[in-house]
């Protein structure tokens, strides 16, 4: 049975949490897209900031409480059986796509970017189903278009404004473990590849939106969100360089959605919250991340020196960086999917409202 988190949270403090983790993330990226559309150029530089922050603000940190988050999601107290498990999972997937990194570069960076399609989806898929109002959402098929559309916007959408840094990130991937070239990827930044891929997603996008549209009945509020934060995106990753766009996004949007779920399925943040205490509920989220976050940034320096190539450069730092998320997001969907499970995201009906 789909799981109400919100049950014993009044309508005034159900709206301050959403308000509160909906609206900074809005704010944020239109900020970027009218700084961008004003003709700011952002120095270089500039622009890793905030992925250069997101190995501590949350970013990194929202996949460090996988070892307690499946128990909790299926309203258990976690076990030590059940932290074993994961971190075994952790060692087993995460060494095994480690590994295919160091063997075959280029297709790994390629499933790194489908892996991030459907994990950012699926991100957004919980929070537009319980934070956002997502009635409109109705159906399963709905659903997988969801996040289809939601994971494209960050990992396609870039590809056809800013072909060369889509190239020139992809390429510095691989080039951590060999000589950096794409083969028969590089066909993905034609002029003629890209119209076809962003028409096709256009299409899509319109055909989610109308679909959602229909269903949505008189009350459209969660429908109006869904195709407003939609529209903001696609213009917000159409316009706003890259590493920018998508460094910002990762902590800012995926990661703090996920971060509040994680509060819901705490017993004691959830309380917390309840009464409007956010910042004991967000210390125990710091307690909770802060071991294993720690960890992944001391794994974090071993993999720099592991890989062949030489990391020395921003962009290179900040590839050594995705690719050593990367290892980590496999395992991370694993436990995801697996919240998602036990929360009936993905079935029709109203996890969460
Ligand atoms: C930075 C960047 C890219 C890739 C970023 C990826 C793939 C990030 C994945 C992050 C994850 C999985 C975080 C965990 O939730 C693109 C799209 C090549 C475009 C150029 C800029
Ligand atoms: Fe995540």
Redesign the pocket.
């Known amino acids: 049975m789909a799981v109400d988190r919100f049950a014993g949270f009044s309508s005034a403090s159900r709206r301050r949490l959403r308000t509160a983790l909906l609206v900074p993330s809005w704010v944020v990226v239109a900020v970027l897209v009218v700084t961008v559309a004003a003709g700011a150029t952002i120095p270089p530089g500039v622009q890793y900031v905030p992925?250069a922050l997101s190995v501590v603000v949350f970013?990194l940190p929202?996949?460090a409480v996988d070892h307690l988050a499946v128990a909790r999601a299926r309203g258990t107290t976690p076990t030590r059986r059940g932290v074993l498990a994961v971190g075994a999972l952790y060692l087993l997937l995460g060494g095994a796509y480690a590994a295919l990194w160091f063997f075959a570069p280029v297709f790994a960076a390629v499933a790194?970017?489908a892996?991030?399609w459907f994990?950012?989806g699926q991100?957004d898929l919980h929070a537009a189903v319980t934070f956002a109002g997502g009635d409109h959402l109705e159906t399963r098929v709905q659903r997988v278009l969801f996040v289809v559309v939601r994971g494209g916007l960050?990992?396609l959408v870039?590809?056809l404004g800013?072909p060369e840094?889509?190239r020139?990130?992809?390429t510095a991937?691989v080039a951590l473990f060999g000589e950096g070239s794409l083969g028969s990827w590089e066909q993905l930044f034609e002029p003629r590849v890209r119209l076809v891929l962003g028409g096709g997603f256009l299409a899509l996008t319109i055909v989610t939106l109308t679909l959602g549209r229909l269903r949505a009945g008189a009350n459209d509020r969660g429908w109006r969100i869904d195709a407003a934060e939609t529209v903001l995106l696609w213009i917000y990753f159409l316009t706003v360089p890259?590493?920018l766009?998508?460094?910002t996004y990762?902590p800012l949007w995926?990661?703090i959605r996920?971060v509040a779920r994680l509060l819901l399925v705490d017993d004691d943040a959830a309380d917390a919250l309840r009464s409007g205490r956010w910042l004991p509920a967000l210390g125990r989220f710091a307690r909770d991340a802060a071991p294993l976050s720690a960890l992944s940034v001391v794994l974090l320096a071993g993999f720099a020196v592991a890989v062949p190539g030489d990391p020395r450069s921003d962009l290179g730092i900040?590839a050594l960086y995705?690719v050593f998320?990367?290892v980590?997001?496999l395992p991370?969907i694993v436990v995801v999917s697996a919240m998602d499970r036990a929360e009936g995201v993905w079935r029709p009906g109203k996890p969460g409202r």
């Open positions: 992925l970013g929202h996949g790194f970017i892996m991030t994990h950012w991100g960050p990992m870039p590809l800013f840094t889509y020139r990130v992809l991937f890259p590493l766009a998508v460094g990762f995926h990661a996920h900040a995705l998320v990367a980590l997001t991370h």
